[in-house]
Nanobody
Framework: QLQLVESGGGLVQPGGSLRLSCVASGDTLDYYAIGWFRQAPGKEREGVSCISSTGIMTKYADSVKGRFTISRDTAETTVYLHMNNLKPEDTAVYYC??????????????????WGQGTQVTVSS
């Protein structure tokens, strides 16, 4: 059974960068789209980015376009979220999730079957 573990969160100053990792175990990610979501205190969880199983297609929320980049490694065990020019409003718990589907991208949380436990990102001076 596929399990996901996020890492790479932490405290960073505004304008800084972080790279989040989502590592899979129990299965490869060959047939899964992987999404990143975040939940800030007092707010609903929202979609941030998604990459298709092939890695060809990506999707971003408007709030992170041009600042965040999603990628996946060729061994198909890890998906990354590169976050640049971070802002205080990016502060949240970040989750990765897997959607079994060939070559699709979505930010609809209902489409994702497996979720990690999350990693905290805090952007503050």
């Amino acid at each position: 059974q596929l399990q996901l573990v996020e890492s790479g969160g932490g405290l960073v100053q505004p304008g800084g960068s972080l790279r989040l990792s989502c590592v899979a175990s129990g299965d490869t990610l060959d047939y899964y789209a992987i999404g990143w979501f975040r939940q800030a205190p007092g707010k609903e969880r929202e979609g941030v980015s998604c990459i298709s199983s092939t890695g060809i297609m990506t999707k971003y929320a408007d709030s992170v376009k041009g600042r965040f980049t999603i990628s996946r490694d060729t061994a198909e065990t890890t998906v990354y979220l590169h976050m640049n020019n971070l802002k205080p409003e990016d502060t949240a718990v970040y989750y990765c999730a897997a959607d079994l589907g060939w070559n699709i991208v979505t930010l609809d949380q209902e489409d994702f079957e497996r979720w990690g436990q999350g990693t905290q990102v805090t952007v503050s001076s």
